[in-house]
């Protein structure tokens, strides 16, 4: 029987929903049950903590990309309330089933999909009605709530930190109050400090870990950020900014820590210091900054632009300014690194820098052979230096790359890419049903099983401690014993569940590898410098600069070129044939080897190694020659 694949989606609006409501395992151990009575096989369950109530939902939309570019048309989902709650959302659930997909509302033993009589898509619609109507009714009473509470001269919100508020008690008569808490007076002497000393952010950060000011949120060391934000908080003398307007605290208990004369004159004091700007987010200078190391010192090469500014005076008297930029080039920070023979780098780690040494064999994977006595395929490793032999220390002397050559270098490379439809087609339907997956599954879900019952019997314990059954030294030792196991199964739930997230992420990346090959060349020229980096960062794990100088025809010449080392992902693909390499490089480019893999080792991919020269060839050999047909593999290694 073909398996039917499905993902499940489950959330929650709040943590305090979670804790209350029912929690986000809950709803997964429902839906799973639920796939297991119907034959179904889940292949990611979708978890999130946020509202249903706006549009642009992150995971949401995650949910039904991942359902239309691997063509599965089948969601679990807990209730109706839990997929959506705006307009928009539903109009995409109505497509997706539209298009030949079923949502499973478990909870409600509904199955909805485009055969569903008229009279229960008119539910749906009375259901979605109600459910705005209630969330609107909400919303309007918690904004007379806030209006009321700005009136009073009450922050609508949480009291920074020095403060703490206590809810209003209307049986003790008591109003809200905002009072001061034990750090208060730690705020009130950084911000002294910071006024007489006129301090930097970054000299209020040292004074405030010395004097033990804490986050609110755990007993955290605060950060740059932090600081920046007591400094401009008008809580502490007195006021409090609500959309965009400014109310005075009138709070019972409250008490100001600074004059707002303090307050203007500690923003004069950021405004003379340089401005502390984060990095905006998705944008890059240059599109191959922190992701390129230099083949022999080892550290990071970074992008500069040169500009030449020129003026000069016409026969007029008028000046002529001109601004001359030059294409964007990749240098080294020309750090110092190690080599046995000049040309060769060393890593550091296995130098001895007092006597300048090699400390001890660096050996390096080599050629496969067959063990006849194993019966086995095993790794020749072969030593490239000694221990005990002489190095030195030099300074780097890396040549500028261009961006264009970078840029040619590494399409090239991914050029030689092939992908074989026919294996992906036969692979697709076990990708996602493997060893692996059903064993963690079935792990979590005894687990939780597990310590549901345990639960039930510290309550059932309980319950005949209240009628006299048992005694209380009885009660205790059998609760000391249930509390330990139920220690046990949260930290190995903790464990399987981090195993099967990472698990799922893996399979993602692959996919993402597989859909980013698939028309290279014209994602490549659309994406942003960001976007590109991306690119790259989810197919590598590093790529080195490599140069040298060689002499043809009497004629000096400088190449250069990249090693690149793929990812565990990106390598398991082509063991697995669904990439291929469809020609040989360029053989009359010395820079170039004969596979993609040639500086693809175990070691330079742990980083243990970055070796400034091509490494002898260091291509695992095809499944076929192994003795496996690609097609039939065990697909957990993907």
């Known amino acids: 029987m073909k398996p039917v694949y499905c993902v ?82 539903e109009v995409k659930i109505d497509k997706f089933i539209e298009a030949g997909g079923v949502v499973h509302r478990v909870g409600e033993r509904v199955v909805r999909d485009k055969d569903t009589d008229i009279e229960d898509e008119t539910l749906d619609e009375m259901k979605f009605v109600f459910s705005r109507h209630e969330r609107k009714k909400i919303s309007k009473r918690v904004k007379y709530a806030v209006e009321q509470q700005l009136k009073r001269g009450e922050p609508p919100y949480t009291p920074p930190l020095g403060y703490k508020s206590i809810p209003k008690d209307t049986e003790k008569g008591r109003p809200r109050m905002i009072i001061k808490t034990k750090e208060a007076d730690k705020v009130k002497q950084l911000l002294e400090i910071f006024n007489a000393k006129r301090l930097t952010l970054s000299q209020a950060l040292r004074v405030a870990n010395d004097i033990g000011i804490r986050s609110s949120k755990g007993n955290k060391l605060v950060l740059r950020e932090d600081i920046a934000r007591i400094v401009k908080e008008r809580f502490y003398y007195g006021e409090f900014v609500c959309k965009g307007k400014i109310y005075e605290i009138k709070a019972h208990g409250y008490e100001p820590l600074i004059t707002k004369q303090m307050w203007e004159e500690n923003q004069e004091i950021l ?40 003026q000069w005076k016409k026969k007029d008297g008028s000046i002529t300014k001109k601004h001359y930029k030059y294409p964007a080039r990749y240098i080294c920070t020309q750090g110092e690194w190690y080599t046995a023979d000049g040309t060769t780098a060393v890593p550091k ?75 992906w087609i036969e692979m697709k339907s076990r990708l996602f049903k493997d060893e692996t997956k059903e064993f963690l599954n079935y792990e979590i879900q005894s687990l939780r099983s597990e310590r549901a019952k345990n639960e039930n019997k510290m309550e059932k314990l309980y319950a005949d401690y209240d009628k006299g059954v048992i005694s209380g030294d009885f009660v205790k030792k059998q609760m000391d014993k249930i509390e330990a196991r139920q220690q046990e199964i949260r930290k190995r739930l903790n464990e399987l569940e981090e195993e099967r997230q990472l698990y799922d992420q893996k399979i993602g990346r692959s996919i993402q590898i597989i859909d980013n090959l698939k028309g290279w060349k014209e994602k490549w020229e659309a994406a942003s410098d960001d976007k590109k980096n991306e690119m790259l960062r989810l197919m590598t794990v590093k790529i080195s600069t490599f140069w040298d100088k060689r002499t043809i025809d009497g004629k000096d010449y400088e190449w250069k070129d990249l090693q690149i080392v793929w990812n565990e992902e990106f390598s398991d693909l082509f063991g697995l044939g669904i990439f291929e390499q469809k020609k040989k490089k360029n053989p009359g480019n010395p820079g170039h080897g ?27 050999p095809s499944r076929a020659k192994l003795g496996g047909n690609p097609a039939k593999l065990d697909l957990r290694t993907v």
């Open 271 to 310: 405004k003379q210091r340089k401005k502390y700007r984060k990095p905006e987010e998705g944008k890059l200078k240059f599109c191959f900054n922190q992701l390129i190391r230099c083949g022999r010192c080892g550290r990071l090469v970074f992008g500069i632009q040169p500009t030449h500014r020129m």
């Open 8 to 89: 499940g989606y489950c959330r929650v609006s709040t943590k305090d929903q979670e804790e209350n409501g029912l929690s986000l395992d809950a709803q997964e151990d429902l839906l799973r049950n639920y796939a297991t009575e119907e034959d179904l096989t889940i292949v990611k369950m979708f978890r999130c903590s946020e509202s249903a109530k706006d549009e642009g939902r992150k995971v949401f939309n995650e949910m039904l990309n991942y359902c239309y570019e691997n063509s599965i048309m089948q969601i679990l989902v807990e209730n109706y309330d839990r997929l959506t709650r705006n307009k928009p959302d």
């Open 594 to 620: 004969d596979s993609l893999f040639q500086f693809n080792s175990p070691k330079i991919r742990d980083g243990l190694s970055d070796i400034g020269r091509p490494r002898p060839n260091l291509t695992q």
């Open 349 to 423: 780690e296995y130098i001895d820098e007092d006597t300048m040494v090699v400390k001890k064999d660096i050996t390096y994977d080599g050629d496969y052979y067959f063990d006849e006595k194993a019966d086995s395929w095993k790794i020749k490793k072969e030593t490239w230096l000694k221990k005990g032999t002489k190095v030195e220390k030099l300074k780097c002397g890396m040549p500028y790359f261009m961006e264009t050559e970078i840029e040619r270098i590494l399409l090239d490379n991914i050029d030689l890419i092939k992908f074989n439809r026919k294996n």
